[in-house]
C-alpha cells in the first residue's frame, strides 16, 4: 500500500509539474506578446519623433558646424522663400506681433504647396535663428521651443 501510494503521488507530482511548465510556457508567450508590442509602439514613437524634428524626406543638410559655432541647416532657396511668404502672411493676416514657434510650424505646415514633405522643427528654427540674425525678427528660445517677435 505505501508503494501504490508513493506512486500516485509520483504520478500526481508529475502531472502538477507538468501543469505548471505549461503555465510557465503559455505565460511566458504572453509577457513576450506584449514586450513586442511594447517595443514596436516606442519605436515607432521614437521614429516619428526623429522625423519631425530633423524632418524625415526633407532636402535640408547640415553645414559644417566650424562656419557659425553652431549647427545651421543648408535650406533649398525655394522652401526658405516659401517659408518666409508664410511666415510673413500668418503674422499679417492675424495681426500678430508675436507666435509660438510650434503655433507657427502648424500654420506654415498647413499650407499645400509642401504637404509631401512638411517643415521640420529643426528647419522651422534653422529658418528663424536666420531671421534673427538678420533682425528682422526676434527669436527667444526656451528648450525646443520659442517665441517669435515681430520687429
Known amino acids: 500500500p505505501i508503494e501504490i501510494s508513493t506512486n ?3 504520478q500526481s507530482n508529475n502531472c502538477t509539474s507538468q501543469r505548471i511548465s505549461q503555465d510557465h510556457t503559455n505565460s511566458t508567450k504572453t509577457s513576450s ?3 513586442k508590442n511594447v517595443y514596436d509602439g516606442m519605436s515607432t514613437k521614437a521614429t516619428n519623433f526623429v522625423e519631425d524634428v530633423i524632418g524625415g524626406n526633407s532636402r535640408s543638410e547640415p553645414s559644417s558646424p ?3 559655432g553652431s549647427l545651421e541647416l543648408k535650406i533649398e532657396n525655394e522652401r526658405t522663400s516659401h517659408f518666409n511668404k508664410l511666415f510673413s502672411s500668418i503674422m499679417r493676416k492675424g495681426r500678430l506681433d508675436e507666435i509660438d514657434t510650434d503655433t507657427l510650424r502648424t500654420e506654415v505646415n498647413k ?4 504637404a509631401d514633405k512638411p517643415f521640420s522643427q529643426l528647419e522651422v528654427r534653422s529658418l528663424l535663428e536666420k531671421l534673427d540674425k538678420e533682425n528682422k525678427v526676434m527669436v527667444t528660445w526656451e528648450g525646443a521651443t520659442g517665441t ?3 520687429i
Not at 111 to 114: G, I, R, S
Request: aromatic letters at 18%; a negative charge.
Open 111 to 114: 499650407d499645400e504647396a509642401f
Open 148 to 150: 517669435v517677435y515681430m
Open 8 to 10: 500516485d503521488s509520483t
Open 66 to 68: 566650424e562656419s557659425t
Open 33 to 35: 506578446g506584449f514586450l
